[in-house]
């Protein structure tokens, strides 16, 4: 079974700063990815996802996130944070063998600092 | 024009009670979820449907249970309601089931709080 952990619960930056979410999966080959937002009172809305292909994936409102298979890792990136940016942000993983069946990381919190 | 929808928004009820929440997509999607969020912001899938199929049933109390009329609708019954589930509960629909690789559209949520 796919498992994905995001290991920073809460991440502070100031608006400007350049931001890193962390993402490890656990998959037996290679999954897909996913990057969720959630605006507080919203549901979740897509960011990126990573099929195949390109390992640096972009994704819309200046997001990007980097496929690292050696790492298991699935990092979300932004050079330049904007205060609409606070939110919490969902690594998901799904197995290409399961049907229809994602897998959501525990979430991380950021705010970020005027 | 909006994608997936979820009623009611809020729901407040006590302890014992049977609710249902109602989810509807225009999206034309085949595939319909439930994903139940604690208070720490876990989100945990419960169900999926697929064309009014039943293919994801995670470990969920039996007196949660959902019902697909038609594969735009995916609404959600539950019974003698404990504090336990006061959660927010999403709704979301997918294009089809290819194995995990759909990007899932979520709706906007629906409070609930058992007292």
């Known amino acids: 079974a796919q498992s994905v952990t995001q290991p920073d619960i809460h991440i502070t930056v100031s608006e400007g700063a350049s931001l890193e979410l962390r993402c490890n999966y656990s998959y037996g080959a290679t999954p897909y990815l996913f990057w969720y937002v959630q605006s507080p009172g919203q549901g979740l809305q897509l960011l990126l996802k990573y099929f195949s292909g390109d390992t640096l994936v972009q994704g819309i409102k200046g997001f990007e996130a980097e496929f690292k298979r050696s790492q298991s890792s699935f990092n979300l990136r932004k050079p330049s944070v904007h205060w609409s940016d606070a939110a919490e942000y969902f690594c998901a993983v799904g197995a290409r063998t399961n049907a229809g069946k994602s897998t959501f990381g525990d979430g991380t919190t950021l705010t970020v600092k005027p | 024009d909006t994608a997936v929808s979820q009623t009611p928004k809020y729901l407040v009820t006590q302890m014992g009670n049977d609710k249902s929440i109602k989810c509807e997509q225009n999206l034309g999607h085949d595939t319909m979820y439930w994903y139940k969020q604690d208070s720490k912001k876990f989100l945990k899938i419960m169900f999926s449907?697929?064309?009014?199929?039943?293919?994801i049933n995670e470990t969920v109390p039996n007196r949660f249970s959902p019902k697909s009329p038609d594969k735009a609708h995916l609404n959600l019954h539950i019974n003698s309601l404990e504090l336990g589930d006061s959660a927010v509960y999403f709704c979301?629909?997918?294009?089809?089931?290819?194995?995990?690789?759909?990007?899932?559209?979520f709706g906007p949520g629906t409070r609930l709080l058992v007292l």
């Open positions: 979301a629909s997918s294009q089809e089931r290819t194995g995990g690789g759909e990007t899932q559209y």
């Open positions: 449907y697929n064309n009014k199929e039943l293919i």
